[in-house]
Structure formats: C-alpha cells, structure tokens
C-alpha cells in the first residue's frame, strides 16, 4: 500500500489550501484515513480523520477550518484547510489503517505547508 501526499507550500494567513492522500488502492479497505502534523519542536498530532463509513471528526485547534472530504473514484482523501494561521505550519502526513486481517499502519511523505503572518 502506498500513499502519496501532496499539495503543501507556502501561504499566507487567511488563505486556503488543499492537501490531497491519493492511496494505491481504495480508500474502503481502511477502516480509516487520518491526517497528522507536526510542527517544529513538537509532537506528531492528529488533525483530522475519516473512518470508512465517513464519519469525519477533527482536533478542535481547526474544528470549523479544516474539512476532511474524500473523492472515492480517485481513490484520494483531501485536507481542505481555510482560514489559515501561523500556527498550522508544519509537515503534514497522510495515515491510513486496517485492521483485518492484521493490524496495518500506512504513512506517505510529509508535505510541508508554510503560513506567513
């Protein structure tokens, strides 16, 4: 399984971007896909994740900003990001995980996104 992560670059607050996992198979093998961040000095942490049945839900640091839509035929999930801060500059990281019959973990490549204040 691979996952390839794309779309970060440079921004400034207030703006808008558009992260996109395009996942070499389809996204209803996972029970579900999530994205992570990581900022400079600190840890990894969830942003936003979408089970299989769709049910969506989000950190409240970007709760209202940050929607997780996913486009099924392209086997693709999205991390939609409006109302950018400064401080949601970070790497970004694309996950997804089965459970059957083995517990698997996936991650593709970080992206880096960039908010100027």
């Known amino acids: 399984v691979q996952l390839q992560a794309y779309g970060g670059g440079l921004v400034q607050a207030g703006g808008s971007l558009r992260l996109s996992c395009a996942a070499s198979?389809?996204?209803?093998?996972?029970?579900?896909m999530r994205w992570y961040r990581q900022a400079p000095g600190k840890q990894r942490e969830m942003v936003a994740i979408?089970?299989?049945?769709?049910?969506?839900d989000h950190v409240d640091s970007v709760k209202g900003r940050f929607t997780i839509p996913r486009d099924n035929a392209k086997n693709t999930v999205y991390l939609q990001m409006n109302s950018l801060k400064p401080e949601d500059t970070a790497i970004y990281y694309c996950?997804?995980?089965?459970?059957?019959?083995?517990?698997?973990?996936?991650w593709g490549r970080g992206t880096l996104v960039t908010v100027s204040s």
């Open positions: 198979e389809s996204i209803y093998n996972f029970n579900a």
């Open positions: 979408i089970t299989n049945g769709g049910t969506t």
């Open positions: 996950n997804a995980y089965k459970v059957s019959p083995v517990f698997e973990v996936y």
